[in-house]
């Protein structure tokens, strides 16, 4: 994954009860992502995955 592509999103994990976590994030173009879980790791893996997966969609050229 090429973390460059993150750099417009900002996120923050934390444990919203005794092992379960919360990932929010969002991007600079206003878009967000929320995960729930048991592994903060994990969390981390999907929202970047997501996250390259909407960056690239919005730079997709749009057909007219």
Same mark, same amino acid.
């Given at each position: 994954? $090429?973390e460059e592509?993150?750099s417009n999103?900002? %996120?923050e994990?934390i444990?919203?009860? $005794? /092992?379960?976590y919360?990932? @929010? =994030?969002s991007?600079k #173009? /206003?878009? #967000?992502? +929320? &995960?729930? /879980?048991?592994?903060p790791? #994990?969390?981390?893996? +999907? %929202?970047k995955k997501s =996250? &390259?997966?909407? $960056?690239? @969609?919005i730079? +997709?050229p749009r +057909? $007219?």
């Amino acid at each position: 994954m $090429n973390e460059e592509n993150l750099s417009n999103w900002v %996120f923050e994990i934390i444990e919203i009860s $005794n /092992g379960i976590y919360q990932l @929010k =994030a969002s991007s600079k #173009k /206003g878009l #967000k992502i +929320e &995960l729930e /879980g048991l592994d903060p790791e #994990k969390l981390l893996l +999907e %929202f970047k995955k997501s =996250a &390259l997966e909407i $960056n690239l @969609k919005i730079d +997709e050229p749009r +057909e $007219n």
